[in-house]
């Protein structure tokens, strides 16, 4: 069963929902843009499905609900946030400005930040850099949800990427995925509505293969494409970990609430400007054909594009019923 909600309705059923869990207004203005995004997207796994667990993590306590974040200007090209505890939406509403500033003066920023609770899909950071002309890469971990390829065993997050490339006259082109097969809000969405999973999404507790997603909730992911998949998984646990002064996914849930709710980590966001890297006023002109033919290959869907057209519609968006309760329920 479905219910019917327009765009307004998402945007305050998600503000007055975290306010409820006692968050301030800005950082709860910040998740709900960011819910509303999703969902207006059609990125149904990272929208008012979510909810629940960004309430969670404020009556927990894990997230602040008054959050005071700061930013230090390490030197003109980093720039190193602490979240003090806080949503990541409200990081990027806050301090992304402030890394397009500096990227767009000296050509490369880094924004590395600490201490905030990522739950959302990485696109908005990303497509915000390529707006304002600029190249970005964002990447965060999460909690040991996959098994590493050639293991059975769960040591790495769903570890999403988003890379966005800057167009003057059309929308960036913009790719947004996790690391794993399948992105787990999708495995949990799976679960809820009796669907099968693809073969090779993942494996059960004792290592056996498995398309039941309640198996794989109890046992593990696997990664997208194998052991490619899996290293490119490691290079986020190390860039959205260690590099900026954060632990990996193991040691995030050694020290995370388990309150259904994201944990506490880092996100590395990488902003580079085409000018000045080029050297080149129109550093476009090898990039637009190449973009354009590839769009026009017969059987080539561009990634983003779902996206920017569904952006278009004004029309309801049909939220699943049982999810609505357990919101109303709140
Ligand atoms: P998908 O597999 O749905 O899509 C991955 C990318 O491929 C998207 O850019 C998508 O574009 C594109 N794409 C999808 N289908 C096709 C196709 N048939 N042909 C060409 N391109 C295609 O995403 P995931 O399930 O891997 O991830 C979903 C979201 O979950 C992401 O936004 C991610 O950031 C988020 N996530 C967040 C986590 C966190 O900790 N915060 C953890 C894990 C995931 P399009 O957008 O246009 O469909």
């Known amino acids: 069963m479905k219910n019917s909600l327009s765009l307004e309705d998402i945007y305050n059923l998600a503000y007055n929902t975290l306010t409820k869990g006692g968050s301030c207004s800005e950082q709860a203005e910040a998740v709900a843009q960011?819910?509303?995004?999703?969902?207006?997207?059609?990125?149904?796994?990272?929208?008012?499905f979510r909810l629940p667990g960004y309430f969670n993590s404020l009556k927990s306590g894990?997230?602040?609900?008054?959050?005071?974040?700061?930013?230090?200007?390490?030197?003109?090209?980093?720039?190193k946030c602490d979240g003090d505890r806080s949503f990541a939406p409200l990081i990027h509403k806050l301090y992304l400005n402030e890394l397009i500033k500096s990227t767009k003066e000296i050509g490369i920023g880094v924004l590395s930040i600490q201490r905030v609770a990522h739950f959302a899909s990485l696109w908005p950071e990303t497509e915000t850099l390529a707006d304002n002309g600029l190249i970005g890469i964002a990447c965060t971990s999460y909690l040991p949800v996959v098994?590493?390829?050639?293991?059975?065993?769960?040591?790495f997050g769903t570890n999403p990427i988003?890379?966005?490339?800057?167009?003057?006259?059309?929308?960036?082109?913009v790719f947004d995925m996790a690391t794993s097969s399948l992105a787990l809000g999708d495995?949990?969405?799976?679960?809820?509505?009796?669907?099968?999973?693809?073969?090779?999404?993942?494996?059960?507790?004792?290592?056996?293969?498995?398309?039941?997603?309640?198996?794989?909730?109890?046992?593990?992911?696997?990664?997208f494409g194998g052991y490619k998949g899996s290293h490119l998984s490691m290079m986020i646990e190390l860039l959205a970990g260690p590099l900026v002064g954060?632990?990996?996914?193991?040691?995030?849930?050694?020290?995370n609430?388990?309150?259904?709710g994201p944990p506490l980590g880092g996100q590395f966001i990488l902003a580079m400007s085409p000018e000045i890297i080029s050297g080149l006023d129109d550093w476009d002109k090898n990039a637009e054909p190449f973009i354009n033919k590839l769009s026009n290959l017969k059987g080539v869907r561009m990634p983003g594009k779902r996206r920017h057209i569904n952006r278009t519609s004004l029309e309801n968006i049909?939220?699943?019923?049982?999810?609505?309760?357990?919101?109303?329920?709140?």
């Open 318 to 330: 049909e939220v699943n019923s049982d999810l609505l309760n357990k919101i109303y329920s709140l």
């Open 257 to 260: 609430i388990d309150d259904g």
């Open 34 to 48: 960011t819910i509303l995004s999703a969902e207006q997207d059609g990125s149904v796994s990272h929208g008012l």
């Open 187 to 223: 495995v949990q969405i799976a679960a809820r509505d009796g669907h099968e999973l693809p073969v090779g999404t993942g494996i059960d507790a004792n290592g056996n293969a498995t398309t039941d997603p309640n198996q794989v909730l109890k046992g593990m992911l696997l990664p």
């Open 62 to 79: 894990k997230v602040n609900l008054n959050p005071n974040p700061s930013l230090h200007k390490v030197t003109k090209a980093v720039l």
């Open 246 to 255: 954060e632990t990996t996914s193991d040691i995030t849930e050694e020290n």
């Open 162 to 173: 988003s890379f966005a490339w800057p167009r003057k006259n059309d929308h960036p082109v």
């Open 147 to 155: 098994s590493p390829f050639g293991a059975s065993e769960k040591l």
